[in-house]
């Protein structure tokens, strides 16, 4: 049974080639190729809006700017019912604290976990908050982001963070990653171990 449905399969399989290939011929005589008419082209306002990657050098911040100060309302009406009023965490996890991740069951949290604050920034505006993700101003990102390090106690309530400042931040943690830039190796035969 097994074995003629797969004979089946082949079949179908190679009638599909064999059309493929008259299609093809078909449409090199004719002029217009055919296509599966599968989706359409993607616009430049589209692949604009989804476009959002920020580098951990701060390509791709957008203009805007906000401080601690201004986050925190926003913070408290959109992100506390998940991590806490203090970042302190609840449904959503911890966003604040600088306890050592050599504990046995750690709190990651922006503080001491966190690599670089312009990828903050890019998880907030793409993903954030969960249950309306992607709904704040260019901002109301800089101004929330700024509170969570405010949070964190890694900028001032007034420090302006914008696209210059951003990228200037060292976070705590930074050492404990390995850069996405690293040079990888040629082939996956020569990583070490193998
Ligand atoms: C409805 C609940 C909810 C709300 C509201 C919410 N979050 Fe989250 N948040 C989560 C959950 C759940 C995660 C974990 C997601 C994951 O690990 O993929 C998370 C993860 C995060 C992280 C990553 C934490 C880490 O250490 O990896 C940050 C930063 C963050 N949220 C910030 C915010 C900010 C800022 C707001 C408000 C603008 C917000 N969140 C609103 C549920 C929420």
Known sequence: MARSRTCTRELRCALLVAQFAVLQS?????????????GHPASAELVARWNLSI??????LPAGHGTAAQGRPI??????????????GGSGGALAGRGPLTDPD?????????????????????????????????DEVFAVSAFVLY????????????????PRIR????????GIDAELPASPASLPGR
Request: aromatic share 8%; with cysteine; charged share 25%.
């Open 171 to 178: 976070m705590p943690n930074r050492d404990g990653f390995i």
């Open 106 to 138: 750690p709190d990651q949290t922006v503080g001491n976990y966190w690599p670089y604050a312009t990828t903050l920034f890019d998880f907030i505006r793409r993903a954030m908050p969960m249950d309306a993700p992607a709904t704040l101003s260019d």
């Open 151 to 166: 949070l964190n106690r890694i900028v001032g309530l007034d420090d302006r963070l914008d696209a210059d400042s951003l």
């Open 55 to 60: 580098y951990p050098d701060g390509r791709g």
């Open 26 to 38: 078909g449409a090199a005589a004719a002029g217009p190729v055919l296509t599966p008419e599968l």
């Open 75 to 88: 913070y408290q009406a959109r992100c506390a019912k998940c991590h806490g009023t203090d970042g302190e």
